[in-house]
């Protein structure tokens, strides 16, 4: 059993998980339209790991006899000038949900709500490589600048993601 403030605590996350996946979708096309197709590729395969994050907050809570509301989700930006531009939002979201995810853990702490501390850890770790990747990539991007040469090639790095759903997870969609 979780309080009535963490059901809604993680209800909240929930929903932003699943707007960090329409952001990825949408950020998939916009880089197909650019020509990029292996940057579209890699962020498709980030919306279907967004997917298993919202299955996973989805079945935490179902698990622990929340019903769970999904108000009308905000819509997300479909303009970007870069891959680069890209690239640093997507940065700048996996931070706030980095510091969502401190939020939570310590509001778990605070309740004692150990069951809730342990489901937050997977997240907790998957967050460095989220931040890595992306800051990775940044100053790929930033190296190259305008070369398309230079852009084409971590293009076809991008290509190389494929998507593999974490063990125990809930739905590979
Ligand atoms: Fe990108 O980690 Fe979930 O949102």
Redesign the pocket.
Known sequence: MISKKMAESLNAHMN??LF?ANMYLVMSSCCNEMGLKGAANWFFV?YR??MI?FMKFYTYLTDQGVVVSIPASKAVPNKYKSLLEIMQKTLTH?QL?TSCMNNLSEQAVQEKDHATQIFLQW?VT??IE?ENNDRDLIAKLKLVGDNGQGILMIDGEMAQRIFVPPVGSPLAV
Request: no cysteine.
């Open positions: 932003l998980e960090s980030q790991e967004e994050h996996e949900i997240f998957e967050q989220e």
